[in-house]
């Protein structure tokens, strides 16, 4: 006999349970604390601050051990708490030409004012595992400290007038898409909004899209750096500017190759990318988009992927579409029958129809 | 409660914003209001769009009912009621007519509704045309002209190849006889309950960021032609619960060898069907 | 001295909101709105409890008559922004409508996106449900009779031009004697 099925509610604190056990694991390791998580995967950290929109080491830490380890779960923990937090005020723009650098590196000049500087990367690891802990080799001081100015190479070629200039003053003030809906055609600060939100392989593979011909972007690494930044508030009622803290970022700025158009002279042009912490991969990929994405600006045949900002903004977010991909495992019973009883007429036309035609194979009728 | 949240999760400037856009909603039947949709707690497609809505309306004497397919108990249903319990601590149930606000997925409650009460649908997909037109920018002109050819050219191809229209649930419909409106993913079955229905029904989508309304005693059109009228599905069954002729049936697989049974959707309606033979 | 906004933010904007809803849903209906916050003159309290349920910092609102206490109260309580041109209001606050400007003034929104238009808080002498003209249109049942006092001459005439360009329009809030009706851009008035 059908018994309707009942019990949702039970069904549902006995999952929790599992997945609490599943998520600590064997009881007899001692479970990991968040400034283990904070300092050992901080690229995982910086990854879930950047696409979860909130720089807080803290929080991302607690997201990715409550993840248990899945990144987009942990971005989606981040998103929905910071949902709810109020706004107190927006910060001036920050100024990554004073970025206390760590890392810089350019590909387009040999040596740069201030030098090329490796940094903490992975570059030059050679990717053997390493299976016998590594003694930790204290690191040795440097001839001489790195420069407190280092220009950043885009201006170097923009003293030249080479390459485009962008006056920062011109731009509108931008549209908050946490808070505001996108709509097409969205503006470049929108886009680079997206983007940075952006889910961080979804980028990767559009990004490398456009290095396969899915989009013209000739593209150079002008300048990719890294270091801290300082964070300057300027409240209504003080009526001046006030350091609230430092953050790392990671800029990317690609220059790109073009010939002029749209009343444009011929000039290199250029692609931008931000991240929050050491996100490198991200902040280049979401460089190599954004210029592509700019291909109306530019009057540049739009034919890529890449190039289509309805496709590409409308499908970046992990949060979305992870959720969207995923809700296929809710019941769908109702439109399910639907189809089902529509199916069924179908087929029962179409054997009915087959028969009325002698020598059809479909009509069975011979069989 | 939990106390580190608002009334309702969602901070009033969240509110405020999506009692704005739903004011508008209402006040242009039909058409999809853009909004700042927030990430909420649940994932996208999961119906984070009505409970968005849900949430700004919400008050402390709100009687709450979800269902999901018809259903009060279904996994996804228990969900969402178990999260308005816990951040606005209001009152739930699982009848339809002690409800004031019902959040709903796939399935308008077979009980009539009353003036009184508010219905909310989840939305996945609120652009009735993105099937045939993926680029948003292109929907908006078509609604900005009311050119709905595309949608018409589709339904008579139905007809052209199978005879009549082949669309069973989502079957658009066309609001106050200007809006192109996705009904949201409910069997047609229900689309004659739109139709000048004494509630006011909300719909929200979230993960689009789109809302929109169909006010109460609102013309609801389901699209069709002259000579091929909008039909409604029918079963050869009844329910082999409470005997209902006139209900949406679920088909349920019985046992290893296929054997089907028909049972109400409603879950509600069918229990309250029940109770009454019984009485 | 400041007066007071709302005593319980959260559940009086709550259930001001759920009046102004279901007023929207089913026009040319007064509807009682259950709390009336002070409010500074000219500006009614009927109208203030709907201010304070909808606009903030991220909103524009036009005040037919510039009036330093009340930018005050209601940049103090709401955060709001003042709008210089009635063009560029989200909400307009009509405290004399005999010489309110032409509702084509406002903005009525744009084909793609006809939400992008004004709200107009108007206050009004009063309502009368036993007389006067019946409207029709998506929310009500057959026909609302309903007369509202204190418009100027030509406001229906006015109104009935704007509704050549649905689903552009404007949508209406009057206020009187604690309660408000709500006219949407879709309310007809009919004739005779």
């Known amino acids: 006999m059908y018994v309707a099925v009942k019990g949702g509610e039970q069904a549902i604190a006995r999952s929790l349970e599992l997945l609490a056990e599943a998520r600590r694991g064997d009881r007899a390791v001692p479970e990991l604390e968040l400034a283990q998580i904070r300092e050992q995967l901080r690229l995982g950290v910086a990854r879930v601050m950047q696409e979860g929109s909130l720089y807080d080491e803290e929080l991302a830490a607690l997201a990715i051990r409550q993840a248990a380890g899945d990144m987009l779960e942990a971005i989606f923990?981040?998103?929905?708490?910071?949902?709810?937090?109020?706004?107190?005020?927006?910060?001036r723009p920050l100024n990554t030409a004073a970025m206390r650098v760590r890392r810089r590196v350019s590909g387009t000049f040999k040596d740069i004012p201030g030098g090329q500087v490796l940094g903490p990367t992975y570059d030059y690891t050679q990717r053997l595992?390493?299976?016998?802990?590594?003694?930790?080799?204290?690191?040795?001081?440097?001839?001489?400290?790195?420069?407190?100015?280092?220009?950043?190479?885009?201006?170097?070629?923009?003293?030249?007038?080479?390459?485009?200039?962008?006056?920062?003053?011109?731009?509108?003030?931008?549209?908050?898409?946490?808070?505001?809906?996108?709509?097409?055609?969205?503006?470049?600060?929108?886009?680079?909004?997206?983007?940075?939100?952006?889910?961080?392989?979804?980028?990767?593979?559009?990004?490398?899209?456009?290095?396969?011909?899915?989009?013209?972007?000739?593209?150079?690494?002008?300048?990719?750096?890294?270091?801290?930044?300082d964070v300057v508030i300027c409240p209504d009622e003080l009526g001046f500017p006030i350091e609230i803290g430092s953050i790392t970022l990671t800029e990317c700025q690609m220059i790109n190759q073009f010939h002029g158009g749209n009343g444009t002279p011929p000039q290199f042009?250029?692609?931008?990318?931000?991240?929050?912490?050491?996100?490198?991969?991200?902040?280049?990929?979401?460089?190599?988009?954004?210029?592509?994405?700019?291909?109306?600006?530019?009057?540049?045949?739009?034919?890529?992927?890449?190039?289509?900002?309805?496709?590409?903004?409308?499908?970046?977010?992990?949060?979305?579409?992870?959720?969207?991909?995923q809700h296929l495992k809710l019941p769908h019973y109702v439109d399910f029958q639907a189809e089902l009883s529509l199916l069924r007429t179908l087929a029962a036309q179409y054997a009915a129809d087959a028969d009325e035609q002698p020598g059809s194979i479909a009509g069975g009728a011979q069989a | 409660m939990t106390p580190r949240y608002n009334f309702a999760f969602l901070d009033e400037d969240t509110k405020r914003m999506l009692r704005r856009a739903l004011l508008k909603a209402v006040a242009i039947p039909g058409y999809q209001v853009p909004f700042g949709s927030r990430e909420m707690p649940l994932p996208y497609g999961w119906g984070t769009g009505g409970i968005q809505v849900t949430a700004a309306l919400l008050g402390p004497d709100d009687v709450l009912k979800v269902i999901d397919q018809g259903a009060d108990d279904t996994t996804n249903a228990v969900n969402i009621r178990r999260f308005f319990s816990r951040v606005a601590g209001i009152a739930t149930t699982e009848h339809t007519t002690d409800a004031t606000l019902i959040?709903?997925?796939?399935?308008?409650?077979?009980?009539?509704?009353?003036?009184?009460?508010?219905?909310?649908?989840?939305?996945?997909?609120?652009?009735?045309?993105?099937?045939?037109?993926?680029?948003?920018?292109?929907?908006?002109?078509?609604?900005?002209?009311?050119?709905?050819?595309?949608?018409h050219?589709?339904?008579?191809?139905?007809?052209?190849?199978?005879?009549?229209?082949?669309?069973?649930?989502?079957?658009?419909?066309?609001?106050?006889?200007?809006?192109?409106?996705?009904?949201?993913?409910?069997?047609?079955?229900?689309?004659p309950k739109l139709d000048r229905s004494p509630a006011l029904m909300l719909f929200g989508a979230g993960r689009e960021k789109r809302l929109y309304a169909i006010p109460p005693y609102t013309s609801v059109?389901?699209?069709?032609?002259?000579?091929?009228?909008?039909?409604?599905?029918?079963?050869?069954?009844?329910?082999?619960?409470?005997?209902?002729?006139?209900?949406?049936?679920?088909?349920?697989?019985?046992?290893?060898?296929?054997?089907?049974?028909?049972?109400?959707?409603?879950?509600?309606?069918?229990?309250?069907?029940?109770?009454?033979?019984?009485? | 001295?400041?007066?007071?906004?709302?005593?319980?933010?959260?559940?009086?904007?709550?259930?001001?909101?759920?009046?102004?809803?279901?007023?929207?849903?089913?026009?040319?209906?007064?509807?009682?709105?259950?709390?009336?916050?002070?409010?500074?003159?000219?500006?009614?309290?009927?109208?203030?409890?709907?201010?304070?349920?909808?606009?903030?910092?991220?909103?524009?609102?036009?005040?037919?008559?510039?009036?330093?206490?009340?930018?005050?109260?209601?940049?103090?309580?709401?955060?709001?922004?003042?709008?210089?041109?009635?063009?560029?209001?989200?909400?307009?606050?009509?405290?004399?409508?005999?010489?309110?400007?032409?509702?084509?003034?406002?903005?009525?929104?744009?084909?793609?996106?006809?939400?992008?238009?004004?709200?107009?808080?108007v206050q009004v002498e009063g309502f009368r449900t036993d007389r006067g003209p019946r409207f029709a249109g998506p929310g009500i049942r057959h026909t609302e009779m309903l007369a509202i006092e204190g418009l100027q001459d030509g406001f229906w005439r006015q109104r009935a031009a704007l509704s050549a360009q649905l689903p552009l329009g404007v949508d209406l809030y009057f206020v009187a004697a604690q309660h408000v009706v709500a006219m949407p851009r879709t309310t007809r008035l009919l004739e005779g």
């Open chain 2, 103 to 151: 959040q709903t997925r796939h399935r308008i409650p077979e009980t009539s509704l009353r003036e009184d009460q508010i219905l909310i649908f989840q939305v996945p997909e609120p652009e009735p045309l993105r099937t045939l037109e993926p680029r948003e920018a292109e929907t908006r002109t078509l609604h900005a002209l009311a050119d709905y050819g595309l949608m």
């Open chain 2, 221 to 279: 059109e389901s699209l069709a032609f002259d000579d091929h009228p909008f039909e409604l599905q029918r079963w050869d069954h009844q329910c082999a619960l409470c005997g209902s002729g006139d209900s949406y049936l679920d088909e349920v697989v019985v046992d290893d060898h296929g054997a089907r049974m028909f049972v109400c959707s409603d879950t509600d309606y069918c229990s309250g069907r029940r109770v009454e033979a019984q009485a």
């Open chain 3, 1 to 121: 001295m400041m007066l007071a906004a709302f005593a319980d933010p959260v559940f009086d904007s709550q259930r001001t909101f759920r009046e102004l809803l279901q007023a929207m849903a089913r026009p040319a209906v007064p509807r009682r709105l259950p709390v009336l916050p002070p409010s500074p003159a000219p500006v009614m309290p009927e109208a203030m409890a709907i201010v304070l349920t909808l606009c903030d910092a991220t909103t524009t609102l036009w005040l037919q008559q510039p009036n330093a206490e009340v930018a005050e109260h209601l940049r103090f309580h709401a955060g709001l922004r003042l709008a210089d041109q009635v063009q560029q209001a989200d909400f307009a606050l009509i405290d004399d409508p005999t010489s309110m400007p032409a509702l084509e003034g406002f903005a009525r929104g744009d084909l793609r996106y006809p939400d992008r238009s004004a709200s107009l808080i």
């Open chain 1, 129 to 229: 595992l390493e299976f016998d802990t590594v003694p930790i080799t204290e690191v040795q001081p440097a001839d001489a400290a790195l420069p407190a100015h280092m220009p950043r190479v885009l201006d170097l070629l923009d003293a030249e007038a080479l390459i485009e200039r962008i006056d920062p003053g011109s731009d509108p003030e931008p549209m908050d898409l946490t808070r505001e809906p996108l709509t097409f055609p969205a503006d470049r600060a929108t886009r680079l909004q997206n983007l940075a939100r952006g889910d961080e392989g979804f980028l990767l593979g559009m990004a490398y899209s456009t290095q396969r011909g899915y989009a013209e972007n000739h593209p150079f690494a002008g300048e990719i750096r890294m270091g801290e930044v």
């Open chain 1, 269 to 325: 042009t250029r692609g931008y990318g931000l991240s929050m912490g050491e996100g490198e991969r991200k902040a280049m990929s979401m460089a190599l988009v954004d210029r592509a994405l700019r291909c109306d600006e530019l009057a540049e045949a739009s034919h890529a992927p890449a190039q289509n900002q309805e496709f590409v903004l409308s499908h970046s977010d992990s949060v979305e579409a992870s959720g969207f991909v």
């Open chain 2, 153 to 191: 050219v589709k339904l008579y191809e139905d007809i052209a190849q199978y005879g009549h229209i082949a669309t069973s649930y989502d079957y658009p419909v066309l609001v106050d006889g200007r809006f192109l409106t996705s009904p949201s993913p409910i069997p047609k079955f229900d689309n």
């Open chain 1, 77 to 91: 923990l981040l998103r929905a708490y910071r949902t709810t937090l109020p706004r107190f005020g927006y910060t």
